[in-house]
């Protein structure tokens, strides 16, 4: 199945939005997104309601502090939802936004050097326009970048991402649908497992199940990258599952996937109670949101790789503690 129209109306709006001028920004988003647009963010910016919004409280002031803004992208596939009955259809792209740090963006102060900001967008496009987004960034990779510390000690190791292992995954042309499908159906398999946390199986040996032994979980800020199933139970899993209780069902807003890579965003995926030890921190008892989008690749019959972007800053800040609040305009390192 194409999705040529909708991926075009995409990368047109990239193309016009990335080369605007910071006076321009408001017009651009407007002509390109529906007048009853809702837009998904990553704290501080919560839910926007209208294309103004968004063009003046984000994409203004990143294209202020980023400057000479330049989207590099590593992902890009459409597909048609599973949760709503595969009726929508949703244009997806993954990579960095990279431009010279040159002015404060959200109290972080700048560098004057080249600064990555690490994003997935999932775009709902409906008669010619785009009507709904869910675009998540890892703010603290960004601190971290101008010399801030705003967790404690990873558990893995965080990294300027690199995209996919086969350099495959710009797709900007129609993929078999039948390796679609075999994508969804990974996914599907493996969510299945991920939340049971009780099984009989040891978690290397249910892991196993769904991901390939060399798999690479591409982590957020505050967490990091883990290579190998042996090391992601070491690094994230076996802990994260260790610090937690009272996981909610998964809750998805969109699920899709296109021929080797797939993936699905929540607002939010899930609830848990912090029971002490995840980034280490202390237990708070207080259940919280997780936002999350995940982005897959498959290689054969299992998932390969895994782009992780989880709201960090909003759990904690549920949790009492206001992360981007006190790292602002730290002095840097």
Request: charged fraction near 25%.
């Amino acid at each position: 199945m194409s999705y040529d129209a909708e991926k075009e109306i995409v990368l047109e709006y990239y193309k016009t939005l990335d080369n605007a001028a910071e006076s321009d920004v408001a017009r651009v988003v407007s002509q390109h997104c529906a007048k009853e647009y809702l837009w998904r963010g990553f704290h501080p910016f919560d839910e926007l309601h209208s294309a103004e919004d968004v063009a003046q409280q984000f994409w203004r002031p990143l294209k202020h502090s980023l400057q000479h803004l330049q989207r590099r992208m590593d992902v890009f596939m459409a597909g048609k939802n599973e949760i709503d009955g595969f009726a929508s259809v949703w244009v997806v792209s993954l990579g960095h936004l990279m431009g010279l740090f040159d002015n404060a963006w959200l109290g972080i102060a700048p560098t004057g050097k080249m600064a990555f900001l690490r994003y997935c967008e999932f775009n709902k496009v409906e008669n010619g326009k785009i009507t709904e987004t869910a675009m998540y960034f890892d703010i603290p990779h960004l601190m971290m970048q101008a010399g801030l510390q705003p967790f404690p000690p990873q558990t893995a190791a965080h990294l300027v991402q690199p995209g996919p292992m086969t350099h495959e995954g710009l797709m900007i042309s129609a993929q078999p649908a039948e390796e679609g499908k075999k994508t969804l159906d990974t996914i599907n398999t493996m969510i299945s497992d991920l939340g049971q946390w009780n099984s009989d199986l040891s978690l290397e040996d249910e892991l196993r199940r769904t991901w390939c032994e060399d798999m690479i979980w591409w982590g957020p800020a505050g967490i990091g990258a883990t290579y190998t199933i042996e090391r992601y139970a070491e690094q994230h899993s076996g802990p994260f599952r260790a610090s937690f209780a009272d996981r909610s069902k998964t809750n998805h807003i969109c699920r899709m996937a296109e021929g080797h890579y797939g993936g699905f965003f929540g607002w939010p995926n899930f609830t848990a109670r912090p029971t002490g030890g995840f980034m280490g921190m202390p237990a708070t008892d207080k259940a919280g949101e997780f936002r999350v989008i995940d982005i897959y690749r498959r290689k054969g019959d299992k998932l390969a790789e895994n782009w992780i972007f989880i709201d960090l800053l909003h759990f904690w800040k549920q949790q009492g503690v206001d992360i981007l609040g006190r790292m602002a305009e730290v002095p840097r390192t």
